[in-house]
């Protein structure tokens, strides 16, 4: 394949499917949106371009314009009343240039961003018959992308709660399947990072979970212990930050249920940031420094 300056494209060979959970208001939509419209991206970036691969995925870049832009508040992604339906997927592709010789590297990728009620719902809510056929679609990807709200700490009993029934849950499918378990790659990713309760943290981020996420923390290592499988964190934020010093690109519009919500102030200044890192692991297995 030829990119628009005549040079060769390689595709990253990896596992292209993952599935998105976490909370309500975790900021998952976001995430896509953001991912897919990309904007403003640092001159030095060795991100070259990212590419919707389908109409669905276009319509979440105009969502991010019309939504995000205008500062105007995403609405929740609700599940659907058929519990057989399942919720969008997206496909998309990043464009990377190649460290080692000519040409760029492509990575494809394809993510279900099931709705935030799926996650209180597997701590004991009142329609479990709704998690069934998205538990066993979150069985068949090989990997997971966790999105936990940063600023949320208030949440981290529920979110370990929450994390052990997935866990059990999981596991009674993929053994079923004689899937391996040490195969599934986890990668956590705490959002909304450019919020000072986070940014502080952005340098260690062991340090971060042992003061804002411990019950998380101890609960996905216990996972990753008993399923020998590889689980990474990560920081991450859709909104960014502005200027220098830096200061989040973001305007509080109302206090949602502990967590903080709002929309970005400088439209023209978006950058976000720690995006693509979580899913270059996801499919390659493998860091590239050059994405934080
Ligand atoms: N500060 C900050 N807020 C964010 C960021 N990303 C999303 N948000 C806010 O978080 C709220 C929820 O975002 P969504 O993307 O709808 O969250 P979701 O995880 O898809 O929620 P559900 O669809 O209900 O599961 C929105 O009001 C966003 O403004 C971010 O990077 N920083
Ligand atoms: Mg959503």
């Not at 999105?147 to 079923?176: V, W």
Request: overall charge positive; some cysteine.
């Amino acid at each position: 394949m030829f990119n628009r300056f005549g040079r060769t494209t390689q595709e990253i060979q990896g596992s292209n499917e993952f599935r998105l959970i976490g909370a309500r208001t975790s900021g998952k939509t976001t995430y896509l949106a953001a991912l897919v419209h990309w904007p403003n991206a640092p001159e030095n970036s060795p991100i070259e371009a990212v590419d919707p691969l389908d109409d669905e995925t276009g319509r979440l870049i105009r969502y991010a314009q019309d939504i995000l832009e205008t500062g105007n508040q995403m609405a929740g992604s609700l599940l659907p009343l058929d519990p057989n339906e399942m919720p969008p997927s997206y496909s998309l592709s990043i464009r990377l240039q190649n460290r080692f010789g000519r040409g760029d590297k492509r990575l494809n990728i394809t993510c279900k961003d099931y709705p935030g009620e799926l996650f209180e719902q597997l701590r004991g809510g009142n329609r479990p018959e709704l998690l069934e056929p998205y538990l066993d679609d979150c069985a068949i990807a090989p990997g997971l992308l966790l999105m936990i709200d940063g600023t949320n700490h208030k949440e981290d009993r529920n979110y370990a709660q929450a994390l052990t029934i997935l866990q059990n849950e999981l596991s009674l499918r993929l053994t079923a399947q004689d899937r391996p378990l040490n195969r599934y790659r986890i990668a956590i990713a705490f959002s909304k990072a450019e919020q000072a309760t986070v940014w502080l943290y952005r340098n260690d981020i062991n340090q971060f979970l042992g003061k804002k996420f411990p019950q998380t923390q101890r609960t996905i290592t216990r996972w990753s212990r008993q399923w020998r499988c590889p689980i990474k964190y990560f920081f991450c934020s859709a909104f960014g930050m502005k200027g220098n010093p830096p200061k989040p690109n973001f305007r509080e519009t109302q206090g949602g249920n502990g967590a903080k919500v709002g929309v970005i102030n400088r439209p023209k200044f978006w950058r976000p940031f720690g995006l693509v890192s979580p899913i270059y692991w996801l499919h390659t297995g493998k860091e590239d420094r050059r994405l934080h």
